[in-house]
């Protein structure tokens, strides 16, 4: 028995580039969560790249919108070299 639209699971995949965001589409996403800074635990993605991922996909997307990254000293240090 194939399952409803309503019982289905949703799969939301979080994606950070416009190519990753068209291949989850063709693949099972249901939903994507568009973020940058993936590795960093997600950050805001810049309006240019909410308007193409936008413009190229037919599913639901919900934005990323974080606060500003919290950055140790040490980290900080390293990035200014």
Do not use: W, Y
Not at 22 to 43: N, P, Y
Request: glycine share 4%.
């Amino acid at each position: 028995m194939t399952p409803s639209a309503q019982t289905r699971a949703l799969l939301e995949i979080a994606v950070a580039f416009l190519e990753r965001a068209i291949a989850a589409e063709r693949a099972v996403a249901r939903r994507l969560e568009l973020c940058d800074g993936l590795d960093l635990g997600g950050l805001t993605p810049s309006l240019n790249v909410v308007r193409r991922v936008r413009s190229a996909v037919r599913i639901p997307i919900h934005v990323m919108v974080a606060r500003e990254l919290e950055i140790s000293s040490t980290i900080r240090m390293n990035f200014c070299k």
